[in-house]
């Protein structure tokens, strides 16, 4: 018996999905070909010792970089008002702290093993790479946060906004008194002073 409805379809699956993992696949083969190739090459110790240091130097990059994003973290939080007696400094990122999430995946491209995982972890330490990449970050983000879709999580974001005279945004929520009634809160009344 048909009802003249057409029949349910499965949700379609995204194209990331899809080839991400083809992807990873594609890169995890040709990392243990150019390993190989590299091993036959110039010997499997010469890879090894290759393997190990790339472990070594991309540890001590993320070592370096996350206490870099710790420094500065230390140093906005001082800079902050809320202290009594203390004025606002002015709000300006503290040198370096561009590029710390490159870095920090620099040097986790490096410990992974492989030949093209340490050459893009290497090129990511270079800092003009580094500010290529983030300013493209950048534009796409800004763009992706623009053109959300109702629903979206840049929606969200957009709706937890609180813009403030000034221009600055402030991250928040409104709370509304819904009283009605003019006059004094009950909870707002006059306390008797505390005596020791």
Known sequence: ?????????????????????????????????????????????????????GVVLGSAVMKAAGRRAFR??????????GRPGEAAAPSTAPSGSEGNGFLMLGGLLLIIPGMISDVAGLLLLVPPVRATLGRYAERSLDRRMRTGAPGSLSDAFQ????????????????IRDTETQPGPRPDSSPRPPLTP
């Open 72 to 81: 500065n973290l230390t140093e906005t939080l001082q800079r902050m008002p």
């Open 159 to 174: 709706q937890a906004r609180i813009h403030r005279p000034d221009g600055k945004v402030v991250q928040g929520e409104v």
């Open 1 to 53: 018996m048909t009802t003249g409805t057409p029949p349910p379809t499965a949700p379609r699956r995204s194209r990331a999905r899809t080839f991400v993992p083809l992807a990873i696949a594609a890169w995890a083969v040709l990392e243990i070909w150019l390993l190989t190739l590299v091993a036959d090459v110039a010997g499997g110790f010469t890879v090894l010792l290759l393997l190990i240091g």
